[in-house]
């Protein structure tokens, strides 16, 4: 992520299909005061505090779970048919520390390692990395998660004497794949689960984005009965991410230190007050304010925000269409939804390319290669269209293809 920072900054007039940053457009200067006003009146009306406690719940140090864990929890009943107990929800400074917490709850001993469906989110692999446990990669493949190869991957690590704690998922619109797990497969990997006494780790930051009119395929943690799931959300997509806040559910009871066993949430809230003690009340009441002011919907409150999205997911793919016509080595996926397109060329896709791309053809992307683990080249890169207009698009596709085309004549010309 650094080295893509730097990119970026030092050339800033270059189109970027790199960053998976929301859709600027729709950002409104009034609504975070409209929304503090919307949570503070929520705490005077519909939970009784005085302007005194109001003061308080807003200004002071406060609950190490978060002020909103009520609120998240309609939400995800709301949207998600996801029904949890309001103390099962952990509110996080974005869905970053939740994932820390998460994987150092899971980090127990020198044996412990994660599985992680591959290509993996950066985020996802520095935070395992943080807390020293070991990352092995799961196949993705097209459907989204290779069920045999998660087995095999299971016995290989227990083989080897090593303790898989879990397996991350992201099951819609995957970043940086943009893959999504089917309904079927979904049911199999919760089943998987049970069988091989596995933890599944869901992220799910992209879920409210399919493309088109395209209904919504179940969260597992919507089809977890048997509470193998602990469930990572953000609204750094679908409210604010200057807001910074994200939660984790984790209502499995566990076994503390001391023999008595708990909520899965109050283990995790234990290491987030060494974290970071508590998640600003300020910004938890300005997302609070947002789920209120939509009746707890945030699917009810992102229509633009997803035909946006649809729009220039549907942008980019006719635009790579029309600028690699059928029997040119260049090839893309086409995801469900969300923010991410992979394109697959024949060569070498590396931050060397990325730097050339950026200096001499003027376009962004992200090298695949980031997000596996094992320095492997990978020969594909990301475009994300979150946070571009088609314009943009557009240009960006023209000095994409630029690029793309001058490498392939490269290619082609032997040495010397
Ligand atoms: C898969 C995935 N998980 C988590 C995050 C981080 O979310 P937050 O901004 O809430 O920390 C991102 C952000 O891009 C992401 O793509």
Redesign the pocket.
């Known amino acids: 992520m650094n080295f893509l920072n730097e990119v970026s900054q030092h050339w800033p007039d270059a189109v970027s299909l790199a960053a ?1 940053r929301p859709y600027e457009e729709f950002f409104d200067d009034d609504a975070p005061g409209r929304w503090l006003d919307r949570f503070r009146r929520h705490l005077a009306d519909d939970l009784g505090q005085t302007p005194e406690q109001v003061r308080r719940t807003l200004f002071q140090y406060g609950r190490t779970k978060g002020i909103i864990h009520h609120l998240i929890a309609r939400n995800l009943a709301v949207d998600e048919d996801v029904h949890v107990d309001d103390e099962a929800v952990v509110v996080t400074v ?3 520390e939740a994932m820390l917490l998460v994987l150092r709850a899971l980090r127990a001993g020198p044996t412990d390692v994660l599985l992680a469906v591959a290509p993996t ?1 950066v ?1 996802l692999t520095g935070a395992a990395r943080l807390v020293e446990l070991p990352v092995r990669p799961v196949a993705g493949g097209p459907a989204g998660v290779d069920l045999a190869d998660l087995r095999a991957q299971v016995h290989r690590a227990r083989a080897a004497g090593l303790r898989p704690r879990a397996c991350y998922v ?1 099951p819609d619109f995957a ?1 940086p794949s943009g893959t999504s797990i089917g309904l079927a497969d979904r049911q199999r990997l919760l089943d998987l689960a049970v069988e091989e006494d596995l933890l599944l780790i869901e ?1 799910n ?1 992209y879920g409210l984005f399919p493309a088109g009119d395209a209904d919504r395929v179940p969260t597992l943690k919507a089809l977890d009965t048997r509470r193998r799931v602990v469930y990572l959300g ?1 609204f ?1 997509k679908t409210v604010l ?1 200057g807001a910074r806040i ?1 939660y984790l559910v984790a209502d499995q009871r566990v076994g503390g230190v001391d023999g008595a066993v708990g909520l899965f949430a109050d283990q995790l809230a234990k290491i987030k007050s060494m974290v970071s003690v508590n998640t600003s009340p300020l910004a938890q009441a300005v997302i609070g304010g947002a789920l209120l002011e939509h009746g707890c919907s945030l699917v009810a409150a992102n229509r633009r925000e997803r035909a946006a999205y649809t729009r220039n997911r549907d942008q980019l793919l006719a635009g790579l269409r029309r600028r690699f016509p059928a029997g040119s080595p260049v090839r893309w996926n086409t995801p469900a939804g969300g923010f991410f397109v992979v394109v697959t060329v024949p060569f070498p896709v590396d931050d060397a390319l990325l730097r050339r791309s950026a200096e001499r053809y003027g376009v962004l992307w992200t090298p695949m290669a980031h997000f596996y683990d094992d320095g492997r080249p990978v020969d594909a890169l990301r475009l994300s269209v979150s946070a571009v207009t088609p314009a943009q698009i557009d240009l960006g596709l023209d000095r994409l293809a630029a690029l793309i085309t001058d490498e392939l004549t490269r290619a082609a010309i032997p040495a010397g």
């Open positions: 998976g974005g869905c970053q989110y985020g992201m970043n992220d930051p953000s750094a991410p994200g």
